[in-house]
């Protein structure tokens, strides 16, 4: 029998002969059968025709962890792994009727539950009647296994980023298409070429240049969403795929997040290494249909991007327009701060049972230069992926707080300020709000922070935490956009929520829409018994004002009291 051993390049050889010349005792033989039948590395077993094993060796117990008398008279189920169905076995079955012989790898399962791979060899013995014997010959392949998964994985990663290389990428863009066309989405890829690596190497070395490359994979996998693909396709490039677009803003938005990723400085010995980046996007569908025309017109694009010194290139001329002024705007966000450019309008909200105003809500604007005001629709998104909200969120609360003054104190106005989802879990935000109430003497009961429906319900327990921080610090706790999502008001009765705001889809039907109407009139009535306030948004008609008025809903606003304007012509306002 010649074995040759697993994980090595060594051959043994077990060799049984026999003089036939010289007759020998069939004990003699019996016995040395027996010797070799134990020897052997290989695990051998024996069955009959029905399947019962009728003898193993040694190397069968080693293997399986069952001795010769647990096997013997049991059938190979006992090792099954419960990883090959029925018809796995029915064709092996009739392979051995017709062929005499099966081979193959299988998983088992040993004694102890542990599931292992095996390279099997079935072979039959035949008699006057037929099939009378079945030997199977297999042994353990696990370290063969580990060192294929290994190689597989070498394969397919990049040795020094361990991030995926230009094959598993191709692969994954593949899938990626596929998904966008049963869900009939958009998606993305964007080629990265990170500059100025050959003056990293000629003044540091060809370590420093490797510690950038690392780097850089390592921001790209935690700055990025986990179900984008990050992958490194040559020595200075590397590439993401976006799935699940929503936009050209959106990838735009994506652009400039890793541009950001890639130029930040990177610390090496004494030194901030200052890295250079140029892109280059296509999108799917419009710029091509397969992963191999995404991925040529990708790096046609970075071509482009590196020779005209921009630093970005949509494939298309009419999206590489429209992208640019999104990153124009997000670069002038980055400037809108300290050029004073951002500003807070307010709008009333109406105590209905006393009309009168019993406090506004802050909504940002943005005075951008060219354009005048520029809606909150239009920058927040491109804010919040750029990573500037949290110090956007804090400098308006910081001016709706300033704004507040004593006589307003005095008579209890609210303000209520909205906050998006990464300042709402940024770990300062507590502490942050304290100082701020400190510093200028607001109450906290008259802070109300609203935090949307969806932002509670995407991390309900780390949402809960936050909340009860915020309740202990005294602040109001108001559920924006109530009503669209999927949560229950038996669900939020878990939480410290003192208000509900219903949302403006579901106002603005009212009192038309039987549907919306009872809707409504269940989230005010349900809210009142869980001791909830509740303030309907988007009111515009006298219509909508009675019906909510009939169903005793607490606070109301919308133009119809009047839009968001500066704070001075709000304080004219004292009643409706």
């Given amino acids: 029998v010649r074995h040759s051993l697993h994980g090595g390049d060594e051959t043994l050889a077990l060799v049984s002969c026999n003089d036939l010349t010289q007759p020998q005792p069939s004990a003699d033989r019996a016995a040395l059968h027996a010797r070799v039948f134990n020897a052997v590395t290989e695990a051998v077993m024996v069955t009959d025709s029905f399947a019962r094993i009728l003898d193993v060796n040694d190397a069968f117990t080693n293997i399986t962890g069952f001795s010769r008398e647990e096997a013997v008279g049991k059938t190979p189920k006992i090792l099954e792994s419960g990883r090959h169905d029925h018809l796995f076995f029915e064709e092996m079955r009739q392979t051995l009727l017709e062929t005499g012989a099966w081979r193959g790898e299988i998983w088992n399962r040993h004694k102890n539950g542990a599931i292992y791979p095996k390279l099997l060899n079935i072979g039959t013995v035949r008699g006057r009647n037929g099939i009378e014997r079945f030997v199977a010959v297999f042994s353990d392949i696990s370290s063969i296994e580990k060192s294929g998964a290994r190689l597989r994985s070498l394969a397919h990663h990049d040795f020094l980023t361990g991030l995926p290389n230009r094959l598993l990428l191709i692969d994954r863009l593949r899938q990626a298409i596929r998904r966008a066309i049963r869900h009939r989405d958009r998606a993305a890829l964007i080629v990265v070429g990170v500059d100025r690596l050959a003056s990293i190497v000629e003044r540091c070395g060809h370590d420093a240049r490797d510690h950038v490359l690392m780097e850089i994979g390592r921001r790209f996998t935690l700055g990025l969403r986990g179900s984008d693909t990050v992958a490194r396709l040559s020595d200075d490039q590397f590439a993401v795929v976006i799935e699940e677009l929503k936009d050209v803003e959106h990838a735009a938005v994506v652009v400039q997040k890793v541009v950001g990723l890639v130029t930040a400085p990177i610390a090496w010995q004494e030194e901030n290494l200052a890295i250079g980046a140029s892109v280059g996007v296509v999108l799917y569908p419009t710029d091509g249909g397969d992963e191999e025309s995404l991925l040529e017109r990708a790096e046609a694009a970075l071509s482009q991007a590196r020779q005209s010194g921009d630093g970005y290139c949509f494939y298309a001329e009419a999206v590489q327009a429209k992208a640019a002024g999104c990153l124009l705007m997000g670069e002038g966000l980055r400037q809108a701060l300290s050029r004073r450019e951002l500003l807070v309008h307010?709008?009333?909200?109406?105590?209905?049972?006393?009309?009168?105003?019993?406090?506004?809500?802050?909504?940002?604007?943005?005075?951008?230069?060219?354009?005048?005001?520029?809606?909150?629709?239009?920058?927040?998104?491109?804010?919040?992926?750029?990573?500037?909200?949290?110090?956007?969120?804090?400098?308006?609360?910081?001016?709706?707080?300033?704004?507040?003054?004593?006589?307003?104190?005095?008579?209890?106005?609210?303000?209520?300020?909205?906050?998006?989802?990464?300042?709402?879990?940024?770990?300062?935000?507590?502490?942050?709000?304290?100082?701020?109430?400190?510093?200028?003497?607001?109450?906290?009961?008259?802070?109300?922070?609203?935090?949307?429906?969806?932002?509670?319900?995407?991390?309900?327990?780390?949402?809960?935490?936050?909340?009860?921080?915020?309740?202990?610090?005294?602040?109001?706790?108001?559920?924006?956009?109530?009503?669209?999502?999927?949560?229950?008001?038996?669900?939020?009765?878990?939480?410290?929520?003192?208000?509900?705001?219903?949302?403006?889809?579901?106002?603005?039907?009212?009192?038309?829409?039987?549907?919306?109407?009872?809707?409504?009139?269940?989230?005010?009535?349900?809210?009142?018994?869980?001791?909830?306030?509740?303030?309907?948004?988007?009111?515009?008609?006298?219509?909508?004002?009675?019906?909510?008025?009939?169903?005793?809903?607490?606070?109301?606003?919308?133009?119809?009291?009047?839009?968001?304007?500066?704070?001075?012509?709000?304080?004219?306002?004292?009643?409706?």
């Fill in 346 to 576: 307010y709008q009333p909200m109406v105590d209905l049972r006393r009309g009168t105003i019993a406090g506004r809500e802050a909504l940002l604007r943005w005075r951008y230069p060219g354009l005048g005001l520029v809606s909150p629709v239009d920058f927040l998104p491109i804010a919040e992926a750029s990573g500037l909200m949290v110090d956007i969120g804090q400098w308006v609360l910081a001016t709706v707080c300033g704004d507040h003054t004593p006589d307003e104190v005095a008579n209890g106005i609210r303000i209520a300020v909205n906050l998006s989802s990464c300042q709402f879990f940024a770990p300062t935000l507590v502490s942050s709000i304290a100082t701020l109430l400190k510093s200028t003497n607001i109450p906290p009961g008259l802070l109300e922070l609203e935090i949307k429906e969806e932002t509670i319900m995407a991390d309900s327990r780390q949402a809960g935490l936050v909340l009860n921080e915020l309740a202990i610090l005294g602040v109001r706790l108001s559920v924006d956009d109530f009503g669209t999502g999927c949560s229950s008001l038996a669900l939020l009765k878990r939480y410290p929520v003192t208000t509900l705001k219903i949302d403006i889809s579901l106002v603005k039907e009212l009192p038309a829409s039987s549907d919306g109407g009872a809707i409504v009139a269940a989230i005010i009535s349900m809210a009142h018994d869980l001791g909830l306030k509740v303030v309907a948004e988007g009111v515009e008609r006298p219509e909508q004002l009675q019906f909510l008025r009939e169903r005793n809903c607490d606070y109301v606003q919308g133009f119809f009291f009047g839009k968001p304007m500066p704070l001075a012509e709000l304080r004219q306002l004292t009643t409706i």
